[in-house]
């Protein structure tokens, strides 16, 4: 692997994704990682990140220097650079000018490696206040800004290199160019990483770890378990039964697509299990929503279990073992909870989900090494449903925490037609991409006064609430177009009976979070 050594700032996750779109596998380190663990890793390049700290700073992040001694490629990046210069006898200054954002950059010389070809002038994105005065001896100054008189350099026979400023960003106009040239040009790595070579990889390291027992996956209908249940059938085909729980609280065509149009697709044996009364009486009364959500775990953990057992049991009646439970966990996961520090192992064993404790399985985590549009572009490969592997983010308690106020058939059916028509129009106006989700709620115990026809109405409203967002952690409200809006808003108060108002949520998050309850 490429290995992103990680200095604390948001920005490793985003090399380690610029990394595997120039076709390299890339892997987060802590910045704690010694010269020894990353020799075990046998990398072809190292990548050194930006950090939020100055290197004159007590106790400031630093980097294990026998790492610049192993004879890998490595270009550090913003604090990165600065941690190569110090350590490589360059001299970083503190020049109490700060470099942020959009800013000017000139290139020197020919450009070495990096940038090689590049227009002599370009806009790169910098963030720092330390500058590199002086670059380490034998090294040749390959940019330069206004405040920088070394913004880039290089030592092609050390094969070390560093930038300034962040080439993962896109407001730098050539970064991709230059992070592509460390890679394939100065560092000699192949493009040969990509979803096909994930799902044969994949596929040899399930079939090792299950062997001939059986395997169960769970399948919420989104994209992760859908994906994670497809790389196991590729590797095990119908050792691998899956679990469907329909709770009620879906949307409108999503049983189907799975049941169906899923199915189709892998060939997946599945079981379905229709919880749909078992779910709505257990929420029969309740309004509060966290009395809602802990319902609704409840009754699913209990329905899984259920149909769990049942399969082990009827395994064990043909003299076999269910040993192994599919889990479609991320990357940004593995990382956020010290995965991928390279310190953490891999729990083989797991009590998952409230699941008994005589029923151990182990995980089988097919997507672990893997962002989500990652986990898209290979359950496109795999030909599944593109409703499944676009589908935006849904939560877990479904609709029922979309209805304000008790939740009843009746009223699920009504935001089902709501909600089947919003995405319909979103979808419709190409605005998929420009989403992040677009929760539809019904405010059950809001009436208000309309008119339709010749008649006065007195129905409920229905609210849409479009977010922006990269990773829900923070959200701000679609500015979604007029014509979208009006058309979305005639379609329900006309087809959709019950409802005679519609409204828009214009709350950024926070203070609001994205679902209402
Ligand atoms: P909030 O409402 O907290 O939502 O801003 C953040 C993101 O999480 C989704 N969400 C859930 N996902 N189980 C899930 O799998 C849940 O209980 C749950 N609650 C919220 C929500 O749709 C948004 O993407």
Redesign the pocket.
């Known amino acids: 692997p490429v290995l992103v050594v990680d200095f604390g700032a948001q920005y490793a996750q985003l090399i380690a994704r610029r990394v595997r779109e120039a076709s390299v596998y890339s892997e987060i380190v802590p910045h704690t990682i010694t010269a020894a663990e990353v020799a075990a890793k046998n990398p072809v390049g190292i990548v050194l990140s930006g950090g939020p700290s100055s290197v004159y700073e007590p106790g400031s992040p630093d980097l294990d220097p026998g790492i610049l001694q192993l004879g890998v490629p490595v270009m550090g990046i913003c604090y990165g650079f600065q941690v190569m210069a110090k350590q490589l006898g360059g001299e970083v200054a503190r020049t109490g000018r700060r470099e942020y954002g959009s800013t000017p950059m000139r290139v020197v010389g020919d450009g070495g490696v990096l940038l090689a070809g590049q227009p002599d002038a370009q806009t790169t994105w910098m963030s720092h206040g330390d500058s590199v005065s002086q670059a380490p001896e034998g090294f040749d100054v390959l940019a330069s800004t206004e405040d920088t008189p070394v913004a880039a350099f290089a030592s092609d026979e050390r094969q070390l290199y560093g930038v300034q400023w962040h080439p993962e960003v896109k407001h730098s106009e050539f970064g991709q160019r230059v992070l592509e040239n460390f890679l394939h040009r100065a560092a000699g790595i192949p493009a040969d990483w990509n979803s096909g070579s994930v799902i044969t990889e994949q596929v040899a390291r399930i079939r090792e770890q299950v062997g001939s027992a059986r395997v169960i996956c769970g399948l ?1 209908g ?1 994209v992760d378990s859908a994906v994670a249940a497809a790389i196991v059938h590729e590797a095990v085909g119908d050792q691998l039964v899956c679990v469907f729980v329909d709770h009620g609280l879906l949307r409108a065509d999503e049983r189907r697509q799975v049941e169906e149009d899923y199915v189709a697709a892998t060939g997946i044996r599945l079981v379905t299990v229709d919880a749909r009364e078992q779910f709505l009486d257990a929420l029969a009364g309740v309004t509060d929503p966290e009395s809602k ?1 802990k319902i609704i ?1 409840r009754e699913f953990i209990r329905t899984f279990e259920g149909a769990a057992e049942a399969l082990v049991l009827e395994a064990q009646g043909a003299g076999e073992a269910v040993r192994f439970l599919v889990q479609g966990t991320l990357y940004p996961d593995v990382v956020e909870s010290g995965g991928g520090t390279g310190t953490a192992n891999i729990k083989s064993h797991h009590n998952v989900g409230g699941l008994p404790e005589d029923l151990e399985f182990e995980l089988v985590e097919p997507l672990r090494a893997l962002f989500k549009d990652e986990v898209r572009a290979i359950g496109r490969e795999l030909g599944l449903p593109e409703a499944i592997v676009g589908r935006q ?5 479904g609709l029922g ?1 979309r209805i304000i106020g008790e939740v009843t058939l009746e009223r699920l059916d009504l935001l089902r037609e709501a909600d089947a028509i919003v995405r319909a129009e979103l979808t419709a106006a190409g605005l998929d991409e420009e989403i ?2 677009c ?1 539809v709620v019904l405010l059950a115990d809001v009436r208000s006064v309309g008119v339709q026809g010749d008649g006065r109405t007195y129905g409920h409203p229905i609210v849409l609430r479009p977010v922006s ?1 990269e990773d ?2 923070t ?1 701000d409200w679609t500015r979604l177009p007029y014509d979208v809006l009006a058309r979305i808003s005639n379609r329900i108060t006309n087809e959709v009976d019950g409802v005679n108002r519609v409204v828009l949520d214009v709350t950024s ?1 926070p203070p ?5 309850e």
């Open positions: 919420s989104g959500r775990g983010p849904f939560p877990g308690p925490i992040w989700q929760p967002s829900a952690m959200a998050k609001g979070t994205i679902e209402w």
